[in-house]
């Protein structure tokens, strides 16, 4: 992907409950602290949508044998997902039953039916998620699943995958509710644990089998591939305050690009204008300097500033408008160590 990615660390606000019966259940009301909450992962996620976030982590990893990870993930807000799986592995994943609105995976729109999404954990992968989203990941070594590959079918683990890092194959209802049962049977706390290696290589071969049950996708084509690589170069750009990049204008003169083909490029790929998706992405950063690591010298203005945010009053209505608090309030908090 291009981008690195702190350590996770466990969120002050995140509340945690297992294991029972080997399932893991973290809840938290932060976004980034959400991201962290994932075992072994190294992502971050920006809210895009306002208010309070409300996000819950199901999960089981399971170190005998192959390693293997199966999760389901709730996210109620709007979010934009820059994911790193453990290293050496591959994710699989796929929307629960209740999945509404479009989601995007490394730019490209899943709005017709349900997808089965594939990715390297050496490349990475993006997700635009809708309000109140819910997801499975299956993760595995990769290894691992070049063998039980070359055992089915003879496929091997490339072919499934597009430009060898990431793929997705769109899955009928009957195949998506079988493997949505096959996932809450695992994360069933009340389930029969004697059977989970069992049901565990039951869903990855299900898996592989769905991934190689439909044609191969059309591959990005170097149009897709270029605007995904504008917008998430001007990410990267708005993440780093001390290049001065003042407004659109300035942004499509770094990029040489046209401000029209600027905005198409990133409703294409994140569904919102730049200057809206990017004062998100900015807002998102804020949020976390404030939650950690602060200089406690430092006030909400000086922080702000260093963002871009030269306006106090507009950028304390942005704020509260997207995370659903003011900034001050997030500070105060931060420093009293709640």
């Given at each position: 992907m291009g981008q690195d990615f702190a350590p996770a660390t466990s969120g002050d606000h995140a509340r945690r409950s297992g294991p029972d019966a080997g399932i893991r259940v973290c809840r938290s009301d932060d976004v980034a602290e959400h991201a962290d909450n994932i075992s072994r992962w190294h992502q971050e996620y920006e809210q895009l949508s306002g208010g309070v976030f409300a996000g819950c982590i199901r999960e089981m990893l399971s170190e005998e044998?192959?390693?293997?990870?199966?999760?389901?993930?709730?996210?109620?807000?709007?979010?934009?997902?820059?994911?790193?799986?453990?290293?050496?592995?591959?994710?699989?994943?796929?929307?629960?039953l209740s999945r509404t609105g479009e989601v995007r995976f490394c730019g490209r729109p899943h709005n017709d039916g349900v997808h089965l999404m594939m990715a390297r954990a050496s490349s990475g992968f993006t997700l635009r998620t809708p309000r109140d989203f819910g997801i499975y990941g299956i993760v595995a070594d990769e290894g691992w699943l070049a063998s039980r590959l070359d055992g089915r079918h003879g496929r091997r683990l490339e072919q499934l995958l597009t430009h060898g890092s990431v793929a997705s194959r769109a899955l009928s209802p009957a195949r998506h509710s079988e493997l949505c049962f096959l996932i809450e049977g695992l994360l069933d706390p009340a389930g029969v644990r004697s059977e989970t290696g069992d049901l565990c290589t039951e869903l990855v071969d299900l898996l592989l089998d769905s991934l190689g049950d439909q044609p191969q996708p059309s591959a990005r084509t170097v149009l897709e591939q270029r605007r995904f690589d504008v917008v998430m170069q001007a990410r990267r750009l708005a993440l780093h305050p001390d290049i001065a990049v003042d407004g659109v204008d300035q942004l499509c003169e770094r990029l040489h690009v046209t401000r029209r083909t600027l905005q198409n490029h990133f409703n294409s790929v994140v569904g919102m204008s730049p200057k809206d998706y990017l004062k998100r992405v900015r807002l998102n950063a804020v949020r976390r300097?404030?939650?950690?690591?602060?200089?406690?010298?430092?006030?909400?203005?000086?922080?702000?500033?260093?963002?871009?945010?030269?306006?106090l009053g507009h950028f304390s209505h942005d704020y509260r408008e997207l995370f659903g608090e003011l900034p001050s309030q997030t500070l105060k908090r931060s420093l009293a160590g709640v």
């Amino acid at each position: 992907m291009g981008q690195d990615f702190a350590p996770a660390t466990s969120g002050d606000h995140a509340r945690r409950s297992g294991p029972d019966a080997g399932i893991r259940v973290c809840r938290s009301d932060d976004v980034a602290e959400h991201a962290d909450n994932i075992s072994r992962w190294h992502q971050e996620y920006e809210q895009l949508s306002g208010g309070v976030f409300a996000g819950c982590i199901r999960e089981m990893l399971s170190e005998e044998g192959p390693r293997l990870q199966v999760f389901h993930e709730y996210t109620e807000q709007e979010t934009s997902q820059q994911c790193g799986p453990w290293s050496g592995s591959v994710w699989m994943g796929l929307p629960d039953l209740s999945r509404t609105g479009e989601v995007r995976f490394c730019g490209r729109p899943h709005n017709d039916g349900v997808h089965l999404m594939m990715a390297r954990a050496s490349s990475g992968f993006t997700l635009r998620t809708p309000r109140d989203f819910g997801i499975y990941g299956i993760v595995a070594d990769e290894g691992w699943l070049a063998s039980r590959l070359d055992g089915r079918h003879g496929r091997r683990l490339e072919q499934l995958l597009t430009h060898g890092s990431v793929a997705s194959r769109a899955l009928s209802p009957a195949r998506h509710s079988e493997l949505c049962f096959l996932i809450e049977g695992l994360l069933d706390p009340a389930g029969v644990r004697s059977e989970t290696g069992d049901l565990c290589t039951e869903l990855v071969d299900l898996l592989l089998d769905s991934l190689g049950d439909q044609p191969q996708p059309s591959a990005r084509t170097v149009l897709e591939q270029r605007r995904f690589d504008v917008v998430m170069q001007a990410r990267r750009l708005a993440l780093h305050p001390d290049i001065a990049v003042d407004g659109v204008d300035q942004l499509c003169e770094r990029l040489h690009v046209t401000r029209r083909t600027l905005q198409n490029h990133f409703n294409s790929v994140v569904g919102m204008s730049p200057k809206d998706y990017l004062k998100r992405v900015r807002l998102n950063a804020v949020r976390r300097e404030l939650q950690h690591g602060c200089d406690p010298a430092r006030c909400v203005h000086d922080i702000a500033m260093h963002w871009g945010f030269w306006h106090l009053g507009h950028f304390s209505h942005d704020y509260r408008e997207l995370f659903g608090e003011l900034p001050s309030q997030t500070l105060k908090r931060s420093l009293a160590g709640v």
